[in-house]
């Protein structure tokens, strides 16, 4: 529809008209009066179509006005929205970059450094799984020191924990090829070691309980009457190695049993065990002579005449 508002009047007084003024004027006075009237009807109808067509224009300007509102809503939201989504993406970038803790000003390094263990021995402990305490002695880390490689650290392999695949350091899957058992450690080592173990099971956030019967476990180890004995130390790091693999066993199984209270039968019965296995061995030896001690027959003096 076209705006009316600038339409021209009809010419009614054209020869066009001439018909229609002929035809009205036996009603009217004059010509002139016929004129006037259809002047008078076309603006009449005229000025209706204006009417009309402003009110349409108000209504679809309102129509507009509201239709551009609801779209400036919708972007606006989408902009909200998209702003949280970013913000969410941001926060989560933020908690996975690493991140560094502040220090004391007033504390200096410590007197002593405990040894550092291998990533493997780390990764045991936070899974709260058995480990040899060799993992923790002198040899065990200085071991750890020299296997470790940049190489090793940023190659990555699968391990399944609590049925779950995850992607850890080859360092920290793999178990030394020199690793010793508790019970063949030199007793000076097995000592150290189980020193530096308690430190690290607290750092690895062991249970409270767990570190103290452990400590309780080795305090009353190391100052066992069986250690009195002829082969008193040997059976000591037997019992150790033995009870405390069971213990973990039985943790798994959600039956584990006061480890710190020492069981004096079973001491003497791996006391039994360890004396019969020196035994055999010296009767193993005696039985089988190396070759160096056996003498040749021009080796033997004779004083026959």
């Not at 991140?99 to 002593?112: L, M, N, P, R, T």
């Not at 180890?221 to 790091?237: F, K, Q, S, T, Y």
């Not at 039968?265 to 160096?292: C, I």
């Amino acid at each position: 529809m076209v705006d009316p508002s600038n339409e021209a009047c009809l010419d009614f007084a054209s020869e066009f008209f001439r018909p229609i003024r002929e035809a009205l004027l036996p009603t009217m006075e004059n010509e002139q009066q016929v004129l006037d009237n259809l002047i008078q009807m076309w603006t009449a109808e005229h000025n209706q179509r204006v009417d009309l067509w402003n009110t349409d224009q108000r209504e679809a300007a309102m129509l507009m006005a509201a239709a551009e509102e609801a779209r400036l809503d919708r972007e606006r939201e989408a902009q909200r929205l998209l702003e949280i989504e970013v913000e969410k993406e941001q926060l989560e970038v933020e908690k996975k970059k690493p991140k560094i803790s502040d220090f004391d000003d007033d504390v200096e390094v410590g007197d002593v450094i405990t040894p550092r263990p291998s990533q493997y021995a780390i990764l045991k402990l936070k899974n709260f799984e058995f480990i040899e305490l060799w993992y923790f002695s002198p040899e065990g880390c200085k071991d750890a020191a020299k296997t470790s490689t940049s190489t090793m650290e940023d190659t990555f392999g699968i391990s399944k924990v609590d049925d779950i695949l995850t992607m850890r350091p080859v360092a920290a899957l793999r178990q030394s090829r020199n690793v010793i058992n508790d019970c063949d450690l030199p007793i000076s080592d097995f000592f150290r070691a189980k020193n530096s173990f308690l430190v690290h099971i607290e750092r690895a956030s062991w249970p409270k309980k767990h570190i103290n019967v452990l400590a309780e476990f080795f305090w009353h180890l190391e100052n066992h009457p069986i250690r009195n004995r002829r082969h008193g130390d040997a059976v000591m790091l037997l019992y150790a190695h033995r009870v405390r693999r069971l213990w973990h066993d039985d943790l798994k199984r959600g039956t584990a049993f006061n480890i710190s209270r020492i069981n004096d039968n079973l001491m003497n019965t791996l006391n039994e065990d360890v004396v019969d296995q020196r035994r055999d061995d010296v009767l193993r030896k005696a039985s089988h002579p190396s070759a160096s001690a056996i003498k040749k027959p021009t080796d033997i003096i004779s004083f026959h005449k």
